[in-house]
């Protein structure tokens, strides 16, 4: 029994000594300034759909506060703290969702806001393109990279990388156009592969693009292949021109020519052999090309027995 009696006692003095602190605690916030809460979050940039957490707190750490979060006039929920920020648990499902949000602090009778705090809703950026050209020299290769990223909220910033490693400073584009990277290298003997990553507010999240891979050049050889790359494109050409020659001076003239030569030239006759009379005489017909031009009449007549439309001609044989 008396141990009972013991336990009893000790807790009624515990809670004697903490109504006594409480009762302390509120008579000092009549006389000293109670600040107001902070209301932060580990990031203020999130995309729709996002799970994210709100951190309200107070600069006592000896009071017990009691913490409410708001978003407008909106009543989110509360909770109890002393000395430890309270966590509140958000969804962000749309714009409507990323604020004003108020954390509220009380104690006792006397309560204070916190600052408005307010989400950034961004889309984040989708996988980026990747393109290359290059300009072959006999000694080096000049290369431009471009990298666009078509979605997601801008600005947005490019990296370029060669393999793992960045070779270039971030490049920051405000508009939807792409990013670009000049370089010259060396004719490498072997293969060396590129991409680029794409960023943009949203924390955490970088998209990059496939690797594009640039095949060896071969070293020193390169300008020899590139010879004979030119002159596996020239020589079907070459080919193709001689076969048109050889059709033209083997096939194509020749009957030209012996065409022309077979047609008669214009007043040339031709003789044609019948068969012998009863005399045992042989006849020959002669055919003759009649040619017809216009012949300017003299002056006299042109002037006594001219008439419009007269056509003169003569017949050789």
Not at 118 to 144: C, R
Request: charge should be positive; aromatic fraction near 10%.
């Amino acid at each position: 029994m008396w141990s009972h009696l013991n336990k009893l006692l000790f807790w009624a003095m515990l809670s004697s000594v903490t109504c006594k602190n409480t009762v302390l605690d509120c008579k000092a916030m009549k006389t000293n300034e109670f600040p107001p809460p902070c209301l932060d979050s580990e990031t203020n940039v999130v995309m729709k759909g996002q799970s994210v957490s709100v951190f309200c707190s107070h600069k006592n750490k000896s009071l017990q506060i009691t913490y409410s979060l708001f978003r407008s006039k909106t009543h989110l929920g509360t909770q109890d703290g002393k000395g430890e920020p309270v966590i509140f648990n958000l969804s962000i499902t749309g714009a409507h969702e990323s604020g004003p949000y108020k954390c509220k602090a009380q104690v006792c009778n006397h309560s204070k806001y916190s600052p408005n705090f307010n989400f950034i809703i961004v889309d984040p950026v989708t996988a980026p393109v990747l393109n290359i050209t290059v300009i072959q020299t006999e000694t080096d290769q000049h290369i431009t990279l471009l990298c666009l990223s078509v979605n997601g909220s801008l600005p947005i910033n490019y990296t370029f990388f060669e393999k793992h490693v960045a070779i270039s400073p971030v490049i920051s584009k405000y508009n939807r156009e792409p990013a670009e990277f000049n370089l010259t290298r060396k004719n490498p003997g072997e293969e060396e592969e590129y991409r680029c990553g794409a960023k943009n507010r949203l924390p955490n999240y970088t998209a990059y693009s496939q690797p594009v891979t640039m095949p060896s050049t071969g070293g020193d050889s390169c300008p020899f292949c590139l010879k004979l790359l030119l002159l596996g494109l020239l020589l079907p050409l070459l080919v193709i021109m001689v076969v048109i020659i050889l059709i033209l001076a083997f096939w194509i003239l020749p009957k030209y020519k012996a065409k022309k030569e077979s047609v008669p030239e214009v007043g040339s006759r031709l003789c044609v052999s019948t068969a012998q009379d009863g005399a045992g005489h042989s006849q020959e017909l002669q055919y003759a090309t009649a040619v017809f031009r216009e012949v300017a009449p003299r002056q006299q007549e042109a002037c006594d027995y001219y008439k419009p439309g007269y056509v003169y001609a003569e017949l050789n044989f």
